[in-house]
C-alpha cells in the first residue's frame, strides 16, 4: 500500500496551486459579483492543457488520469467555485462522455478539440420534469434518413450558452424507457435547431454559466450518436459516476481552503487579550473539520485511484456516489463552520468566506442529488446480500 | 544553436532557517523548487529556442534529488538534462561548484550560450555564474535584464543600481539573468506527466565528466564555512507622540543619551 502521489503529480499540483493563485484567484470575487464567465482564465488554462487534465494525450490531454483531474478540481476549487464548475461540467461530464463512449471518429473529431480546451463542452441531461427521475426525460428525438430530429429542453445546463459541443440525453424509443428508449447525441451549437434559453441568476457559483436550451427539429446527424442506439441511459449514468469523483475533490478543496482561513483567522483574531483558537469551542471546530478532511482526501483519492486502475464495476459506482455524498456535505459543513469562526467577517461580501459558503451550496444538490446517491448507495448495498430494489 | 542553461535546486523559501546547534539548513518540510532567477534564465533560452531555434540543455550540480528540478525544466521545454551527482561533489563552495559545473561543459564543447540565474535564494552569493565563465575563459555578462543574439555575438542590458549598461560580446558567454528579464511559463500539463514518463535526465558522475577528486567537492573548495547563524532581530523603533518643539528636544535628548550626538 502506497499512499503518496506520484511525482509528476505533485509537480503538477504545485503547478496547478501557483496558477490558481496567480491567474484565478484576482478575479474570483469579480466574477461572481457580476456574474461573468471568465473566458480569460479558460484561455490561460487551456494553454498549459488544463482543460483536458483525464485524457490520454493522443486525444489532446494530459495523460495525467482521474487522479491528476482530481488534483486540479481541488486546487481550483479552493480558489474559485465558479472557474471549477466551468472545468468540471466541461471535463468532468460534457467531454467524459465522449471519452467513455464515443467512437474512434468521434474522439478525434470532438474531444480532441475539447481537450485542448479550443472547444467548450456541456452535458444535457435535465429537464423541468426530470431531475432525479434522469429516466423521465421528454426530449424526443425521431430518425429522418441519415439524421435525428431532436425536440424538447433541458434546463439548468452548466456552460450551456457557452458550449461548442452538448452531450444530449433524448429518447428514441418512448416504449422502452431508460433501457434501450433513450439515446446519447453529441450536439454542436452550430447545427439547425439548437437554441440557447434564459441564462439562470444563482445563489452561488455565479461565475459560471447555466442555461436553458431548446430543441426546435434539431437536426442531428446518425453518426453522431453517442454510446451506441438506445444506450444512452447508460453512456449518462457511467459518466455521472465518474464526474462524482472529481466533483467530491472539488469539495476537498472548498473544505480544506475552509479549514486553512479559519485556522489562519482564529491564530489571528484576538478576543479576551487572547487568539480566539486558545477557546476549546473554536479548537473542537477546527478539530472536527480537518477529520472530515482528511477522511474525505482518503475516499476521494482511493475512488480515483480505482478508476485509474480500471475498476470500474458497481463497487465503484458505489464508491463513487459516496463521494459525492460525502463530499458534498464536508464542504457545506466546513463553509457553515468557517463563517462561524469567522463570526461578522465571514458574513461580509468583502471576504471570501461569504462566497464559499454560498458557493458549496449546489454540490449536495447538482450531478445528482445526495438523497439520489443514498438511493444509489444502499441499493448496491442490498445487491450484495441478494436483495434487488427496483 | 546550444544553449545550456545553468540550475541550481533550492530550498522553497526566502526565509531560510537554520539549525541553532549544527549551522546547517533545515530541510526538512520545506519543498523543493527550482531557484527562482534560475527560471528567468531558462525562459530566456526557452524563447531563444522558439524565436531563432536552439537545442536548450539544463545542468545542474546536486543530489540525486535534484532529479525533480530538472525534469521541471524539461517539463517547461528544455531538451536535454544533466545531473551532476556523486558524493565527490559534495561539501562543494561556489569555487568548486563552478570548476564542476566547468567541467562538464568543457565535456559538452559545443555550447554557443551559457545561462545562469543572477543568485540563488538560499545563498544569495551570485559567484557560481561568474566564476563558471572564468573557469571556461569565456565573457561574462552579469545582471541580465534583456538581451539579443546575432551573428555570433551576444548583446545584453545590464541592470546596475544606478542605471543600465550595454554590453555586447563574443559568443560563446555567459549571462546571468534578473528576475525582471521575464515571467517564466507555466509548464503544459501533458510535458509534466512526459517529463516523468517519457524522458531521461543523464546523470554524471565525477568520472564521467573526468574531474580530479582534489578539485571538487569539499576537498576543491577553498572557503569553508566556520558558522551559520541567524542575526538577531532590530529592536523596535520608538515614536515620540509630543508636540513638536517637545517632541524635537526629547529625540536630541534619547541620541545623547546614546552618545550619536
Redo the contacts between chains.
Keep these: 500500500m502506497d499512499f503518496t502521489f ?3 503529480h505533485q ?2 499540483r ?2 496547478i496551486r ?2 490558481a493563485e496567480t491567474e484565478v484567484a484576482p478575479v474570483a470575487e469579480e466574477i461572481d459579483r457580476d456574474e461573468r464567465v471568465p473566458f480569460e482564465t479558460i484561455r490561460k488554462a487551456a ?4 482543460m483536458g ?1 483525464p485524457f490520454p ?1 493522443k486525444y489532446g ?4 488520469g482521474e487522479i ?1 483531474y482530481c488534483i486540479l478540481m481541488e486546487e481550483l476549487n479552493k480558489i474559485c467555485g465558479s472557474t471549477a464548475t466551468i472545468v468540471g461540467a466541461h471535463t468532468g461530464i460534457g467531454a467524459m462522455a465522449i471519452y467513455l463512449d464515443g467512437t474512434e471518429e468521434q474522439k478525434q473529431k470532438y474531444l480532441v478539440p475539447l481537450a485542448r480546451g479550443e472547444k467548450i463542452a456541456a452535458f444535457a441531461l435535465t429537464e423541468p420534469n426530470a431531475g432525479s427521475d434522469a429516466a423521465a426525460i421528454q426530449t424526443r428525438a425521431v430518425r429522418d434518413g441519415d439524421e435525428f430530429v431532436l425536440n424538447g429542453s433541458k434546463v439548468w445546463i452548466t456552460n450551456g450558452d457557452i458550449a461548442d459541443v452538448v452531450s444530449v440525453l433524448a429518447v428514441t424509443d418512448p416504449a422502452l424507457g431508460a433501457r434501450g428508449g433513450v439515446t446519447a447525441f453529441i450536439v454542436e451549437k452550430e447545427f439547425p435547431g439548437f437554441v440557447v434559453g434564459r441564462k439562470e441568476e444563482k445563489l452561488g457559483i455565479r461565475g459560471s454559466s447555466t442555461a436553458e436550451l431548446f430543441f426546435e427539429d434539431c437536426r442531428v446527424p446518425a453518426e453522431n450518436v453517442l454510446g451506441g442506439f438506445g444506450l444512452g441511459f447508460l453512456t449518462f449514468m457511467k459518466t455521472l459516476d465518474v464526474g462524482r469523483i472529481s466533483l467530491a475533490a472539488g469539495c476537498l478543496g472548498a473544505a480544506d481552503k475552509a479549514l486553512e482561513m479559519s485556522m489562519e483567522f482564529a491564530k489571528s483574531r484576538y478576543q479576551f487579550g487572547a487568539p480566539i483558537a486558545a477557546k476549546q469551542a473554536i479548537q473542537w471546530m477546527i478539530a472536527d473539520m480537518a477529520i472530515e478532511v482528511e477522511a474525505l482526501r482518503s475516499l476521494v483519492y482511493r475512488t480515483a485511484w480505482m478508476l485509474d486502475e480500471g475498476q470500474t464495476g458497481r463497487e465503484f459506482s458505489t464508491m463513487a456516489a459516496m463521494c459525492k455524498v460525502y463530499g458534498s456535505e464536508v464542504a457545506c459543513r466546513a463553509a457553515d463552520t468557517a463563517v462561524q469562526v469567522h463570526g461578522g467577517m465571514g458574513y461580509m461580501k468583502k471576504y471570501p468566506i461569504e462566497r464559499m459558503y454560498r458557493d458549496a451550496r449546489i454540490t449536495r444538490i447538482f450531478e445528482g442529488t445526495n438523497e439520489i446517491q443514498r438511493e444509489i448507495i444502499a441499493r448496491n448495498l442490498f445487491r450484495r446480500v441478494g436483495l434487488k430494489i427496483r | 544553436m546550444k544553449i545550456v542553461v545553468l540550475i541550481k535546486q533550492v530550498p522553497d523559501t526566502n526565509e531560510v532557517r537554520l539549525d541553532k546547534t549544527t549551522g546547517t539548513l533545515i530541510r526538512e518540510g520545506v519543498p523543493s523548487i527550482i531557484n527562482p532567477e534560475d527560471k528567468n534564465a531558462l525562459e530566456e533560452a526557452l524563447k531563444l529556442k522558439e524565436s531563432m531555434g536552439a537545442e536548450v540543455w539544463v545542468v545542474s550540480m546536486g543530489p540525486p534529488q535534484a532529479d525533480d528540478a530538472l525534469r521541471e525544466a524539461l517539463a517547461m521545454g528544455a531538451d536535454q538534462a544533466v545531473l551532476l551527482t556523486d558524493r565527490a561533489f559534495a561539501g562543494a563552495d561556489t569555487w568548486a561548484t563552478a570548476t564542476t559545473l566547468g567541467i562538464a561543459l568543457k565535456k559538452m564543447a559545443d555550447y554557443d550560450l551559457v545561462l545562469a540565474g543572477r543568485q540563488a535564494i538560499d545563498g544569495d552569493t551570485a559567484q557560481v555564474g561568474p566564476q563558471v565563465a572564468e573557469y571556461l575563459k569565456i565573457p561574462q555578462i552579469t545582471y541580465v535584464r534583456e538581451f539579443s543574439v546575432e551573428d555570433g555575438r551576444v548583446k545584453a542590458k545590464r541592470a546596475l543600481e544606478d542605471g543600465f549598461e550595454e554590453i555586447d560580446a563574443q559568443m560563446p558567454a555567459l549571462l546571468t539573468i534578473t528576475k525582471e528579464a521575464n515571467k517564466p511559463r507555466f509548464p503544459h500539463a501533458a510535458a509534466i506527466m512526459t517529463a516523468y514518463r517519457g524522458q531521461e535526465v543523464s546523470c554524471w558522475t565525477a568520472a564521467d565528466i573526468g574531474a580530479d577528486p582534489e578539485t571538487v567537492g569539499l576537498k576543491g573548495s577553498p572557503t569553508q564555512v566556520k558558522r551559520s547563524f541567524t542575526p538577531p532581530p532590530k529592536e523596535p523603533g520608538q515614536i515620540i507622540q509630543r508636540p513638536p518643539a517637545d517632541a524635537a528636544r526629547d529625540l536630541v535628548a534619547i541620541l545623547r543619551d546614546k552618545n550619536i550626538v
Excluded at chain 1, 490531454?61 to 495525467?64: I, K, M, P, S
Design positions: 506520484s511525482k509528476e509537480l503538477l504545485r503547478m501557483e496558477f494553454k498549459i492543457g488544463l487534465i494525450q490531454g494530459a495523460g495525467a491528476g
